[in-house]
């Protein structure tokens, strides 16, 4: 079975610009939730999503937004971007029950310059 | 914040010895989960116990929860250079809460 997929796996971009992130989970998962990690933040939660409805919200500003799709696939996506944007964004797939685990994608580094 | 704590931040060992690291977190919960990171990969999940058990097993990985206390414990066994990494402890309400990580180091 494979496992999260997420692409780019870096990406370097400029302040201002925006960016897009693709999650593809493990087959048969509904639930994909998004996270930031960065060295003094730890791991923060952003957002997930289920059957395509956002289901639960971290407290990050209206510049980071997501989707998913019908076959599950999840995209984030972060306008405007900041300096201290940059970081490890970590997808994590679950079958969306409360007692199952999260199964992560590697990341996607995000550096911005 | 709902996140939990781990503690130590950071661990130092020799291989072979044991490595024991301790969460808490805030809120009840349904359970608790362990999770590896290499530095700068994604998360693997070790291990997870429910609310109602106290201890539990898995290789050389044993984990117990006190549910009274709001903390659990990971211990790994007969460390090896190889299980250097971070180690997150994670509770799921409506969503998952991870603590802040301990960084272990196992010197060969």
């Known amino acids: 079975k494979a496992g999260v997929t997420q692409t780019p796996r870096y990406l370097i971009k400029t302040r201002g610009q925006q960016v897009t992130l693709s999650c593809s989970p493990i087959?048969?998962?509904?639930?994909v939730s998004w996270y930031q990690q960065t060295p003094g933040q730890g791991l923060q939660f952003l957002f997930e999503y289920f059957s395509e409805t956002q289901r639960n919200k971290g407290n990050f500003p209206g510049r980071f937004s997501g989707r998913q799709f019908s076959n599950s696939r999840s995209e984030m996506n972060v306008s405007t971007l900041e300096l201290g944007d940059s970081a490890l964004y970590l997808c994590?797939?679950?079958?969306?029950?409360?007692?199952?685990?999260?199964?992560f994608g590697q990341g996607t580094r995000l550096t911005v310059v | 914040s709902q996140q939990g704590e781990e503690d130590p931040q950071a661990l130092s060992i020799q291989e072979g010895e044991n490595a024991t690291m301790n969460c808490s977190y805030k809120t009840s919960i349904n359970n608790l989960q362990w999770y590896r990171q290499n530095s700068g990969r994604g998360l693997v999940h070790l291990i997870l116990i429910r609310s109602n058990e106290r201890e539990k097993h898995s290789g050389r990985l044993r984990v117990t929860l006190d549910t009274s206390k709001k903390s659990s414990s990971l211990l790994i066994t007969a460390s090896r250079a190889a299980d250097t990494a971070s180690y997150f402890c994670a509770t799921k309400s409506n969503q998952f809460y991870f603590g802040t990580g301990t960084s272990l180091t196992v010197i060969p």
């Open positions: 994590a797939s679950s079958l969306g029950g409360q007692a199952t685990e999260a199964f």
């Open positions: 087959s048969g998962h509904r639930s």
